[in-house]
């Protein structure tokens, strides 16, 4: 069974650019999670994608968007990138929508913001 | 009252020794406390998870210890191999769908050979 794929692994951009992320999840898992993380900051929540619908939100700035597809494929999308926004961010898929399921991560899309 | 707190931020451990790292929480409504590992270049994984109903779940070197008194739950990993350095989440919530987990900040562990 193929696991979580996040494209593109490692991307560069510069301030006020914007970025599009792409997640596969597992074969039958309808929920996707973002996650922001940083060493300082640990794992920061962003959203969860299930059954195209946005199920829940982390406190982020309306600049970090994204969607999910008809064949549970998301994206996110970070609006006029700042220099904070240098993270690997994370993609989680799971079978159940919330906390109710086992999260399967990706290896993640390293951000560099210069 | 959603705060997860891990301590220590990092542990360095000689090999064969015994990880212990723990956590506390705030709500004591929370009924569903995981522990991810994550090794580095990779994205975290499920290690080991428990409910409130059980004071301790063992599953082979992993130990999850949970005191519901103390609002506290802590992982041990006995006879601690080099192959188990990696940063380990704790994490808390309800097990309903309309919640997401609450993490804490990591503890980058470490094992001496």
């Known amino acids: 069974k193929a696991g979580v794929t996040q494209t593109p692994r490692y991307l560069i951009k510069t301030r006020g650019q914007q970025v599009t992320l792409s997640c596969s999840p597992i074969s039958g898992h309808r929920s996707v999670s973002w996650y922001q993380q940083t060493p300082g900051q640990g794992l920061q929540f962003l959203f969860e994608?299930?059954?195209?619908?946005?199920?829940n939100k982390g406190n982020f700035p309306g600049r970090f968007s994204g969607r999910q597809f008809s064949n549970s494929r998301s994206e996110m999308n970070v609006s006029t990138l700042e220099l904070g926004d240098s993270a690997l961010y994370l993609c989680?898929?799971?079978?159940?929508?919330?906390?109710?399921?086992?999260?399967?991560f990706g290896e993640g899309s390293r951000l560099t913001v210069l | 009252q959603q705060q997860v707190k891990q301590s220590p931020q990092s542990l360095i451990v000689q090999k064969g020794g015994i990880s212990i790292i723990n956590c506390a929480y705030e709500?004591?409504?929370?009924?569903?406390f995981p522990w991810y590992q994550q090794f580095p270049g990779k994205g975290p994984a499920l290690l080991i998870a428990?409910?409130?109903d059980v004071s301790e779940k063992k599953e082979g070197r992993f130990t999850i210890s949970f005191n519901k008194s103390a609002k506290q739950f802590s992982l041990h990993i006995m006879d601690s191999q080099p192959g188990d350095s990696a940063t380990y989440f704790c994490?808390?919530?309800?097990?309903?769908?309309?919640?997401?987990?609450?993490w804490g900040a990591g503890t980058k562990l470490i094992i001496k050979p």
């Open positions: 428990i409910r409130p």
């Open positions: 989680a898929s799971s079978f159940w929508t919330g906390a109710a399921g086992e999260l399967f």
């Open positions: 709500n004591t409504a929370f009924d569903y």
């Open positions: 994608y299930f059954s195209e619908t946005q199920r």
């Open positions: 994490a808390a919530s309800f097990m309903d769908s309309n919640y997401q987990l609450i």
